[in-house]
T-cell receptor, first 112, second 113 residues
């Protein structure tokens, strides 16, 4: 039982490049979400999903796309990376009710 | 709108003292309030949570209180130990959309021996 798995752990991009951060879970959780963490700003919600085919925007969605084609996977896409997207990204999941979030180990992204 | 304010941003205490972190939320329909602890370089981990049908919950040295009328909730850590040093985040469920979880900005707690 792996829980929430994020790949890659580290990534360096040049401005304008695109990439996808992967998140997979094996807990059959309906709710999946992406947060970014910047010093002094806590965890800010980017996008989230409550099931396959259903996504919604969080607090800071600009510059990011998501899709949810399966219960297990929730990839986060950066179409044209910017230095302002340098951050640590966490994927987090939970059951559909108001239960605790389970976090992945994070992806540290640097955009130069 | 969606907002969780957390105070203080930093807190320094002596070992054995108590620590209190306070959060306020804006959505009167919020009904779930978790607290997470994040050690350096690690992922956030749940330490305690409270639902809106109770006013207080305790787990050993940790307690959380909720005041729904004032829309604020607090984390209390008693008999602090150096291993309590970490960043603590409060969060609240927002009923707009699909019950998304919004976090406060965090409190860096330092416990000095």
């Amino acid at each position: 039982n792996a829980g929430v798995t994020q790949t890659p752990k580290f990534q360096v991009l040049k401005t304008g490049q695109s990439m996808t951060l992967q998140c997979a879970q094996d807990m059959n959780h309906e709710y999946m979400s992406w947060y970014r963490q910047d010093p002094g700003m806590g965890l800010r919600l980017i996008h989230y999903s409550v099931g396959a085919g259903i996504t919604d925007q969080g607090e800071v969605p600009n510059g990011y796309n998501v899709s949810r084609s399966t219960t297990e996977d929730f990839p986060l896409r950066l179409l044209s990376a910017a230095p302002s997207q340098t951050s640590v990204y966490f994927c987090a999941t939970r059951r559909q009710d108001n239960s605790p979030l389970h976090f992945g180990n994070g992806t540290r992204l640097t955009v130069t | 709108g969606e907002n969780v304010e957390q105070h203080p941003s930093t807190l320094s205490v002596q070992e054995g003292d108590s620590a209190v972190i306070k959060c306020t939320y804006s959505d009167s329909a919020s009904n779930y309030f978790p607290w997470y602890k994040q050690e350096l370089g690690k992922r956030p981990q749940l330490i305690i949570d409270i639902r809106s049908n109770v006013g207080e919950k305790k787990d050993q040295r940790i307690a959380v209180t909720l005041n729904k009328t004032a829309k604020h909730f607090s984390l209390h850590i008693t008999e602090t130990q150096p291993e309590d040093s970490a960043v603590y985040f409060c969060a609240a469920i927002y009923s707009g959309g699909y019950n998304k979880l919004i976090f406060g900005a965090g409190t860096r707690l330092a416990v000095h021996p």
